[in-house]
């Protein structure tokens, strides 16, 4: 499984971005698929995460109401909607996805994209 994650970039506070994440492979349909995200000097977070169906969501607190995860397995894809921005929201923000299921732990996924930058300023 292949992935590619695009979409960030600079936005003020209370403004709105939208990852994408493309994936290739066969079994992109049957995976969960997860957001994560890195911000300098920290260790790689949970921030979202959708199921196999896109029926099932799951958010870190810090993020919930104002992220949004969705896949269409019809284009490959899975979103990150992010609306209400804040400063801390600042990181390299990852893909991944994994044949198990949901785990908030980013260390048990097994396939990553390669990371978008989102930064928001104040």
């Known amino acids: 499984v292949q992935l590619q994650a695009c979409g960030g970039g600079l936005v003020q506070a209370g403004g709105s971005l939208r990852l994408s994440c493309a994936a290739s492979g066969r079994t992109f349909s049957t995976y969960i698929m997860g957001w994560f995200r890195q911000a300098p000097g920290k260790e790689r977070e949970f921030v979202a995460a959708v199921s196999w169906s896109g029926k099932s969501t799951y958010y870190t607190d810090s993020v919930e109401g104002r992220f949004a995860a969705s896949k269409d397995n019809t284009k490959n894809t899975v979103f990150l909607q992010m609306n209400s921005l804040k400063p801390e929201d600042t990181a390299v923000y990852y893909c991944?996805?994994?044949?198990?299921?949901?785990?908030?732990?980013?260390?048990?996924?097994?396939?990553w994209g390669q990371g978008t930058h989102v930064t928001v300023s104040s």
């Open positions: 991944a996805t994994d044949p198990g299921g949901f785990q908030r732990d980013y260390s048990l996924w097994h396939y």
